[in-house]
């Protein structure tokens, strides 16, 4: 049996990642010079950000005309601490929920501070008329393989989609069964920013799970990543950054400095090197350049919270866990990997 160590979780191991073989079906990126869309994973595009100015400026009288008093007031009382920069922070006020939020878009496009060109909140998300043609587009025209890798938890959606397609509008497709919140923001985000990434992570978490195992994940909790939900043995520390040191053991280091797009893309082409090296190549070369040049694109500029763990696995293995959380858009990757000496 080879002989592995620490050493091989470099991104210098992508260099030379071997002949293509068997490939996951991949549809080219959709043409996007038709439509200005959204290019960052927020949960209100710029077209539908008067959602948010009507939210933090409406007076109580203008809320309660839309919304019940109490949960008018809720709002009033939230927004004098900060105004609301996000859908999430409003949709958390006590007493709002999906039917508030629409009665909130509702106000907003009659006293005039969104138009035609937001599509509206679909599942807690603010949508473009373009983000909701481009997602039309996407759920109608691409491979089932690549509909199932930009929902991986959602298999029952993914399949329904497939089943239920062509669709005409966004609202369809948000109807569908299985699909909701997480699962339209990852539909828009593929959309709009293409879904090379969800491919190669597809790719790398369908190889077969072994002493050499390797996984990626962009839906984890920070919680219950801190708190063991990816190591099987024992901790052995960790390096976190930008996270508040009271979620975390206090043997762990706080380092200072946040991490880099570099970091974050060097760790994920680790991953995917690694997952080629211990399975002999079973990931095309295409797969992972294209799912790297995607990830480049999302987070180029960027900076990101997170850790770096490591558990024991045995006397002569361990585990490393690296996650990565922008630190504005909330776009986020893990990279786990399984090794033995």
Known sequence: MRRLGPCLLVASLLAGCGPAQSEPSFTPSLDREAASLTTTDVDVAPECQGILTFVNTASFETLDAYLPSDAASNLVARRSTAPFATLAEVSAVNLMGPVRLTQIESGARALGYIDSTCAGILDELALSSDDAAAVVSLVNTVSASTLYAVLPHAWNGATNLINLRPFTSAQA???????????????????????????????????????????????????????????????NGGTCFGIDPSTFPSTWTNRPTLATATEVRDYVASAASFANYVHNYPISSEVVTEGLANLETRIAGRTFKGCHLSYSKGPWGGIQVHFFVDTETGFRILTEQHWVE
């Open 173 to 235: 497709i948000s109807n569908v069964s299985g699909i909701g919140a997480v699962s339209l923001r990852n539909l828009r985000n593929a959309a709009t920013m293409g879904y090379s990434l969800e491919v190669l992570v597809s790719a790398v978490n369908a190889l077969p799970e072994d002493e050499w195992t390797v996984k990626l994940d962009q839906s984890f909790e920070v919680a219950n990543v801190i708190a063991g939900e990816h190591g099987n043995g024992r901790n």
